[in-house]
């Protein structure tokens, strides 16, 4: 682990209380100088580090791994965490290093340089004030049962929050707090031959950003968990809830095939049923009445032109309001 995490799991430990440059030496082992070169570093880098004489302040939780595993109450998902200062992606890191990653392994960093989003788009991830997360899962499942992973992704997310405030969830993997995005989830999965290698859940969450860290053109319909609730939501409490109703769903999705659990939350947590919306691909747009989230996951919409009721199993299109995102 380099010294920047160590000295970020210390402030952690003692969040929101300050440390000392004493207690950082003790537990670190290395010279004042080194230790003030690191917090010269991350308070560069943008970590919300606050240095006062010998008081050294987290003034936003950051993402801790002892401080998640303190709460921990799973067997297999979060098994192995890894916090990264920078990636580019953590679904591409985890991508390329499948291999060497387990299952239940993630992977954390707490910046995105080029973070991915669904439909190829981009997915900002300030420094220290959102989760970007990926899950490494290598089960046997047939490939049709992939995309319930996002469903029950987006269930366990909405359980977790249910502490702080009432989730909403726009299928397929956009979590919202009053009708605007606070997380997004993005799928992705390595084949080898016929044989799945690997899945990659990626999740976003906007927890700690500010109104000013929300791109202008997103501010209509973007929103982090701190600006609805005002409060700091620390992280590592909500991943290790998160991870706890994930394994929950997850195990007995595996084991009896159970989908109804996570599928009942996305019915009754969802912002589209039982009304209108557009629905928008490469050819054009549609009106169409949202009915139901199938047991297979797929949306049963019925098209106001023709009074046709389909299935849409594929997520390749977009869903929009008369008057924009809900
Ligand atoms: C979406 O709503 O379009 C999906 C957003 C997914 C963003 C997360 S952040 C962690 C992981 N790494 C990525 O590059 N993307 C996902």
């Not at 390329?96 to 990653?101: A, G, M, P, Q, R």
């Not at 390595?190 to 791109?215: A, Y």
């Amino acid at each position: 682990m380099s010294l920047n995490q160590i000295v970020i799991d210390q402030l952690m430990s003692a969040y929101p209380a300050f440390v000392t440059y004493e207690h950082l030496i003790e537990k670190t082992d290395v010279s004042k100088n080194r230790i003030q070169h690191a917090l010269k570093e991350l308070c560069i880098q943008n970590y919300p580090i606050e240095i006062k004489n010998n008081q050294i302040t987290v003034t936003s939780p950051l993402i801790s791994t002892p401080a998640i595993a303190e709460h921990l109450d799973t067997r297999i998902i979060g098994n192995k965490m890894h916090v990264l200062p920078s990636l580019a992606s953590t679904n591409t890191y985890a991508k390329n290093n499948l291999d060497s990653l387990s299952n239940g392994e993630v992977i954390f960093a707490h910046e995105q340089t080029s973070g991915k989003g669904r439909l190829g788009r981009t997915w900002s991830s300030p420094v220290g004030k959102s989760i970007s997360m990926s899950l490494v899962l290598k089960p046997t499942m047939r490939f049709s049962d992939i995309a319930l992973l996002t469903h029950l992704t987006a269930a366990a997310l909405v359980d977790a929050l249910e502490d702080w405030v009432d989730a909403t969830i726009k299928w397929p993997n956009d979590v919202l707090i009053n009708n605007k995005k606070i997380a997004g989830i993005l799928i992705e999965t390595e084949f080898s031959g016929g044989d799945l290698r690997g899945v990659i859940i990626g999740i976003g969450i906007n927890t700690n950003l500010d109104q000013r860290d929300i791109p202008k053109d997103l501010q209509d319909k973007a929103t982090s968990i701190k600006e609805q609730t005002l409060t700091n939501i620390d992280p590592n409490t909500l991943l290790s809830r998160f991870f706890t109703c994930f394994e929950h769903y997850y195990a007995d999705f595996l084991s009896n095939q159970l989908t109804r659990p996570f599928l009942t939350v996305c019915r009754n947590r969802s912002v589209l049923l039982g009304k209108d919306f557009w629905i928008i691909d490469s050819i054009g747009k549609r009106k169409a009445l949202i009915q139901d989230i199938d047991p297979a996951g797929g949306l049963v919409v019925t098209y106001r032109d023709t009074n046709q009721t389909v299935t849409l199993t594929s997520t390749d299109f977009s869903i929009r309001a008369d008057n924009g995102y809900i």
